[in-house]
């Protein structure tokens, strides 16, 4: 599996604090020299590190998509699918951000959803647009045992650290679907990355209302996986610009409540 794993599960309190919501609420630059040469290095490495530290034109793109999405608003969807299609974004990434939609906002979004991509991408190719196909998954998804040890595995690493809580003595059968349907048959899927699927999830949640523990819990995910808090705030902006202010806000105010707990940010 091809995935990011520089991620070693933590045991701070933090960490397990931030667990522990995730379980109870369901889941889930440069030194510019005198010398010419040594300036336009300084440059270029400068430009090099601010490039690093801003989301691609492709990761801002899967936000309104998975926030439309969320909500049920396939006007706005279609026309954040048109121009996440014309950035660059794949038929692959777009179809699998919304089959990924259906863990956080229901098979019936999800479904919808994909009938929308399937109409754009029909008009698209009528006015003559050739859209880039993307990637299949590359290895085969596990069954049985080995995928809920797969989705048990992906869930530590995503959290930092083992998922344990109340909720899932009460209710054993949410935590074996979590596991298994969530963190194995689709993070084991490898044609989206993992900082994609956070940032499709941080759409989603932050569009909903009611799911701030949620919200809250994937935005210290989507550290774990390599997203810095300045794209993190970049990500707000592009809620705020591209979706509404409500969702910013939404957004926001769990990033500064998850940042808030962490001194080092």
């Given at each position: 599996m091809t995935q990011i794993n520089n991620i070693t599960p933590g045991k701070s309190n933090i960490q397990r604090r931030i667990a522990y919501v995730l379980a109870m609420s369901f889941g889930l630059i440069a030194v510019v020299c005198q010398a010419a040469p040594a300036l336009q290095e300084s440059q270029n490495m400068t430009s090099t590190s601010i490039a690093s530290?801003?989301?691609?034109?492709?990761?801002?793109?899967?936000?309104?998509?998975?926030?439309?999405?969320?909500?049920?608003?396939l006007p706005r969807l279609n026309t954040a699918l048109n121009q996440g299609l014309d950035t660059g974004l794949s038929v692959s990434d777009a179809r699998e951000v919304l089959v990924q939609l259906y863990a956080y906002a229901g098979f019936p979004r999800s479904l919808n959803a994909?009938?929308?991509?399937?109409?754009?991408?029909?008009?698209?190719?009528?006015?003559?647009?050739?859209?880039?196909?993307?990637?299949?998954?590359?290895?085969?998804?596990?069954?049985?045992?080995?995928?809920?040890?797969?989705?048990?595995?992906?869930?530590?690493?995503?959290?930092?650290?083992?998922?344990?809580?109340?909720?899932?003595?009460?209710?054993?059968?949410?935590?074996?679907?979590?596991?298994?349907?969530?963190?194995?048959?689709?993070?084991?899927?490898?044609?989206?990355?993992?900082?994609?699927r956070e940032l499709a999830t941080m759409g989603m949640l932050a569009s909903l209302q009611g799911v701030e523990p949620q919200l809250q819990a994937h935005m210290r995910i989507s550290l774990n996986v390599g997203i810095t808090a300045k794209q993190l705030r970049q990500a707000v902006q592009v809620l705020e610009d591209r979706v509404d202010a409500d969702t910013a806000m939404r957004a926001r105010n769990a990033l500064e409540h998850m940042l808030a707990a962490m001194p080092e940010h």
């Open positions: 530290e801003l989301l691609s034109v492709r990761q801002q793109a899967i936000l309104p998509i998975a926030a439309f999405a969320a909500v049920g608003d994909l009938g929308e991509l399937m109409k754009v991408l029909d008009a698209r190719k009528q006015r003559g647009i050739q859209d880039i196909p993307g990637q299949a998954p590359s290895h085969s998804i596990p069954t049985g045992e080995a995928l809920l040890i797969a989705g048990t595995a992906n869930q530590t690493k995503l959290v930092g650290s083992p998922v344990k809580g109340p909720v899932f003595y009460f209710a054993p059968a949410i935590d074996e679907y979590l596991k298994t349907h969530l963190f194995g048959d689709i993070f084991e899927r490898d044609n989206l990355d993992w900082q994609s």
